[in-house]
């Protein structure tokens, strides 16, 4: 009886562990459970966290990003203004005193480079007017006689060239004038190195640009001397007919005043001529059939 009552005691010992292992098993595997399910949260939130952070420093990229962009728009505007400023403030580009007396008065040819204002003065057709007067006032300081004593008479020479160059450039009429001519030789010139070298202006390289800038220099000039002939040749011509006119004029006036001096001395000596009529019928008749008598007696 008591052997019987030990076993049972023993087997229900056992069955206890036995749960009781159980139960600490299924613990452990809830406890496992949980902390899979609490790493897996972490993970979650840790993941949530760094797109997050992600998203943030995105848009805090993209902010910043956007607030350089006015800068850089800024920093253009800011460049191109000072670009527009640097091409408006134009400073004309002369040498020494003597080594613009020597261009204008005593190169070969001056008198004719001479004729082209924009030459004269180093300034471009399209120049404004303050960049023509900027440019006059910088070269006439240079060739003015009181500052070059020792060359004074072709000072003189250049000075009033640059002169005649401002007043014209002054005239609207002349300045179109002297685009015109400008432009004609330049189509010229454009034209034979199409015809003849087959070449485009756009195209040259920089060798080709100077040669071809050179070749419209000298055509300008002999442009201007061809316009200046004819100008010239016109004036006289209308020189010539202004001064036939007035000697006509003149040759009018001095008949009319020898008809009205004649007038004058014929109603003088009417009655002289009344008088030596009346004599010569009272007394020449006499006198005449008196001849004829005696002619008559002789016979």
Known sequence: MSTTADTSSSASSTTSDSNT????????????????????????TSSTSSTS?????SSTSSTSSTSSTPSTANSASTSSTASSSSSSSWTPTFTTSAGEIQRIALRPGAKYFNLNPFEVLKVSPDASLDD???????????????KNKSNEEVAKQAFEVVNDAYKKLQNEEEVAFCKMIVEEARARIEKEWLEKKKKQVSKLNDEEKKQFDNEV??????????????????????AYLLKRKREEEQEREKKRHEDEKWKENWEEKREERVSSWRDFQRHGKTSRMGTAQIKKQKK
Not at 218 to 237: L, P, W, Y
């Open 217 to 238: 220099s000298i055509t300008t000039s002999k442009v201007f001397a061809e316009a200046a002939q004819r100008r010239q040749t016109m004036m006289d011509s209308e």
């Open 132 to 146: 023509i007067k900027k440019s006059y006032k910088a070269l006439s300081l240079l060739v003015h006689p009181d």
């Open 53 to 57: 952070s992600t998203s943030s420093t």
């Open 21 to 44: 292992h159980s139960n600490a098993s299924s613990a452990s595997t809830t406890t496992s459970t949980s902390s899979t399910s609490s790493t897996s949260s972490t993970s979650s």
